[in-house]
């Protein structure tokens, strides 16, 4: 008995009669079934992924189609969240908002990543920065096409900035209490402007240098800061301490002056354009959402203002 | 008619942008009015029909009892935007590809770009420059527009028409908005575009660029005009007019100011502040046409001259 049931025991290894031993296929199998049971369950999590601790960990609601999932479907993501959950019926339709302030701000991220793209291959220093241009457009595979995009991107935002503007002033969007949006929006416009414009000198080129030349001798004339100012010469400003000097720094464009731009360009304006985009959005939320279109409120109906 | 030269302004790359204003800006203009007038239409029936006002959704967009007020971002509004980024990318694609960005030759401080241009958003303040001086054209009119706007909010004390389009409840504000935008800003920087030329001189679309083109106009001074030769009386006669465009100009504003009964209503709720504010801005703005009037009439260089600055 003893005997027989240590034969039988698959367990023992070590037995002196080799017949009395299930073959080794059906040893292996008894062996690698935990293994089996373990990657059928995997496998039935991968299936049903949707339950797994990966997916929970990342997805923080389920799928199906309720009012609660399209809902969480915008909260629970960083990059839809600037949206409410939901919004006013009217307001999704093209006609109302013309979609101009949401196009500034892809146009900003397609700017910002053929940007970075950009100055990998770019230095700004004399001499080398136009021999970057060549290179880049001749050379770089699909360099051409970066340096177009970032270009004709930076024309197009100025274009959506402007009409956005247009829109909101026609809506009269910027009344109570969206006020200090507005004030934001307009630097923020201004800063559009600005960033176009400190890019133009980058290539170092005929263009871009007579460009900046016309538009900072304007700032000789800055009245009291400028050199060549109402009041400028009367307080001792000279062309060596005034406000274009500060730009350029210098007395001419020149390599300073494209240090000066670039760090302008790539790192100061985006930065503070930045922050000022966050106050934007946050306060469109804040002040009640986009404004409209609101009903229509009759002249028979105006209030006292309040004193 | 050389049509090849308007070829050259108009296919120019960095003019594309312009290009595409002049027909994307009156695009806007009419889809935008189109819906004003539309509202106008609702305000005039609720107004005549107190009835219905009380019971009507007061929007003209379509309406149906049931209907919820909100709908959920996800999808309604994201597809939307996801269709536009699409769109816009596509664009941007097919330009880039077809359309390479200028390039010309490296920076040269001793030969002269002639014309020299400004990046296409700033021409209008550089064809201002024509007009002023640099003090005023490239320092206080950028200022006084940036600030005018910042200032919009706070002195329009019409509480009509807030989040819908309308002209009715809004003339004032809209027009003189557009004429700032339209005529001040956006016509000066197509004339700086397709109408300047080598030194930056005035020529017609399809007008040949003459490099060697003199122009011998001899622009004169508002006291030369009155035989004035010598200081002080140089700037006391600027000052007087000056003072006198002020004058005239601030009356015909407060005029238009409360031209109508509904305009004195809102100018009723306006705090001296506010007005003075708007008075100041206005007042400046119409400077600048009016400045252009007087040099491309009477050939007026300066105003009023002092030893220190010239208008």
Known sequence: MADEEKVKDPEVEETPSGESRPPLIKRLQVTLQPFVDKGKEDWNAVRDHKRTQLWKSVFRHKLDDTPRNRALAVLTNVFLHLHPAKVNRDAVRFRFTWGMGGLSLYLFIVLTITGVFLMFYYHPTKGQAYADIMYLHNDVPFGGLLRNMHRWAAHLMIITVWLHMFRVFLTGSYKTPREFNWMVGVILLVLTSLLSFTGYLLPDDQLG????????????????????GPFGPELGITAYNDVRFALLGGSIVDSNALLRAYIWHCIAIPLILSVLLAVHFWRVRKDGSISGPSPVMLESEMKRPRK | ???????????????????????????????????SFATDRLIAKLEGDPKLAKVHHRKIEPYREGWEQKVHVWPYLLRVELLATIIVTVILMVWSITVNAPLEEPANPNLTMNPSKAPWYFLGLQEI?????????????????????IAIPYIDTNPLGNGYYTFRQRKFAILTFCFGFLILWLLL????????????????????WDHHRLIFETNVDFHEMLGIKSQPWIGLVGFLAVGLYVVVFGFLTHKLIVWTEFNRK??????????????????????????????????????????WFSI
């Open chain 2, 129 to 149: 420059l024509v007009y002023f001086d640099p003090w005023i054209a490239g320092v206080l009119m950028p200022t006084l527009i940036i600030v005018g706007l």
């Open chain 2, 189 to 208: 920087v197509l004339i700086g575009t397709f109408i300047r030329g080598p030194g930056w001189m005035w020529f017609w679309p399809g007008e040949t």
């Open chain 2, 266 to 307: 809102i100018y009723a709720r306006m705090t001296l502040l506010q007005y003075l504010t708007l008075q100041t801005l206005l007042v400046s703005m119409w400077a600048l046409p009016l400045k252009i009037a007087l040099r491309q009439l009477f050939r007026i260089k300066y105003v009023w001259v002092t030893p």
């Open chain 2, 1 to 35: 008619m050389d049509w090849h030269q308007l070829w050259v302004i108009v296919s120019a790359p960095d003019n594309i942008p312009i290009v595409a204003i002049v027909f994307l800006v009156p695009f806007f203009v009419w889809y935008g009015f189109r819906q």
């Open chain 1, 209 to 228: 240098f007579w460009a900046v030349t016309v538009g900072t001798n304007m700032a000789r004339a800055t009245p009291l800061l400028g050199h060549e």
